[in-house]
């Protein structure tokens, strides 16, 4: 389970840097429309592989539907549109406050999955960690009068981003293939999103260098294979959705390095590097049961 998780988180922080070149050519909207439209088309022979019953799978059209305006359109058009009137910064403490968001949706949501002393800790200290790296990036504040509106969407949109966590787990007894219902969502989340980009953006349709295509290729892989991966360990049984997303504290970490290797005007510093230390004993403690916890807190 570690190493999905692992794996997914460093796959959805190695998206800043492909953004970055595609943001170069195309608006933020447009970009991400073509993005998911491509990712779930790329399931599809990967669901023909797995021989996925697409029958028993249209059962579920209509939660898979709503999954897809939730959690592609919903989420990432208000995380584009907050990301507009904020410091990129400011927006990557909110979104990093994610796990935090789920484990109190689910403490509140789910039986099996209350807060515990050591959860709360690890969630503080990568918070804490996530803080220090993206203050390295950059001014937290801004002049612009709708600053206070765009924190307000991204809180939304990180809001919405925990509860498609607590949906999916929900749904455990259904029969739904995660990689069907990644598909579905990006596709049809896509679409939207690309209905909204002509609306908003009006791009305009024309050749791009091929690195934009190699981005935007890398892009659409990152959420085929990162949500294929999160949605099948989601519904597992027995796994603790909070507990799940706590490694997603990897996906700044990643992020960071990432940049510092394929960005030219991007270097190591002191902060992001103390984040980075911070986040990793976040998840050091993390594997720890909470009863020698406990023990440790009593005796320090």
Request: aromatic content about 12%.
């Amino acid at each position: 389970m570690k190493l999905r998780a692992i794996a997914a988180c460093l796959l959805w922080g190695s998206a800043f840097a492909g953004a970055k070149i595609g943001f170069e050519y195309v608006g933020p909207i447009y970009l991400s429309g073509m993005r998911f439209t491509l990712a779930g088309l790329m399931l599809i022979p990967v669901m023909l592989a797995q021989k996925v019953s697409l029958r028993s799978q249209l059962k579920h059209w209509r939660f898979m539907l709503l999954f897809a305006f939730v959690q592609t359109f919903l989420q990432y058009g208000l995380f584009f549109m907050g990301l507009d009137k904020v410091p990129a910064a400011t927006s990557a403490i909110i979104i990093g406050a994610g796990p935090l968001f789920v484990a109190i949706m689910a403490h509140i949501t789910l039986a099996d999955d209350k807060m515990t002393l050591r959860k709360v800790t690890a969630i503080i200290l990568g918070l804490a960690g996530v803080i220090f790296i993206s203050l390295a990036k950059g001014d937290i504040t801004s002049d612009n009068p709708s600053f206070y509106a765009g924190i307000g969407l991204s809180l939304l949109s990180n809001i919405i981003g925990s509860y498609t966590n607590i949906m999916i787990v929900k749904r455990r007894s259904d029969n739904i293939s995660p990689v069907a219902l990644t598909s579905f969502a990006n596709f049809t989340g896509g679409l939207m999103l690309l209905i909204a980009a002509f609306i908003v953006e009006k791009p305009e349709i024309k050749l791009y260098p091929i690195e934009f295509y190699l981005a935007l290729l890398w892009l659409a892989f990152i959420p085929a294979a990162a949500f294929s991966l999160w949605y099948g360990l989601l519904r597992r049984p027995g796994v603790k959705v909070s507990e799940l997303n706590i490694w997603k504290f990897i996906v700044p970490v990643s992020g960071c390095i990432l940049s510092w290797i394929l960005l030219p005007d991007e270097t190591p510093d002191i902060i992001s590097i103390a984040g980075i230390i911070v986040i990793t004993a976040a998840l050091l403690l993390l594997q720890l049961p909470d009863s020698p916890f406990k023990k440790l807190i009593k005796k320090s």
